[in-house]
């Protein structure tokens, strides 16, 4: 039981700094809310721990732990998957912008506008 405060005061910090950084708008609306789903749940999962044993047994998996950190490394390997289509767009953009600046910066150099 004593762990589970510990957890729950925790989150409750992260929670109070999440609605921070939404008023200070460096969050949009569906992150805030997206994230704001996340940390509840894992409240309801610290604070109800039988939940995600039963979850677990109707899916088949032994523990509500294991069912947990499946579900984690899952959650985690589908935001990296994004993260990287994302920087790899980026470095795309950078290219192109850096090629059409060199391209400017020729013509220039030349004197052709």
Not at 44 to 63: E, M, N
């Amino acid at each position: 039981m004593p762990i589970q405060i510990i957890l729950i005061i925790i989150i409750a910090v992260i929670i109070a700094r999440l609605i921070y950084k939404w008023f200070k708008k460096e969050l949009s609306r569906s992150q805030f809310i997206l994230w704001l789903i996340i940390w509840l749940a894992a409240v309801v999962v610290i604070w109800l721990p039988d939940l995600s044993a039963y979850l677990a047994a109707k899916v088949g998996v032994g523990r509500g732990v294991d069912l947990v950190v499946y579900a984690a490394i899952i959650v985690a390997y589908y935001w990296l998957f994004r993260m990287l289509v994302r920087i790899e767009k980026i470095e795309k953009d950078i290219t192109r912008l850096v090629q059409g600046l060199a391209q400017s910066d020729s013509k220039k150099d030349h004197g052709t506008d």
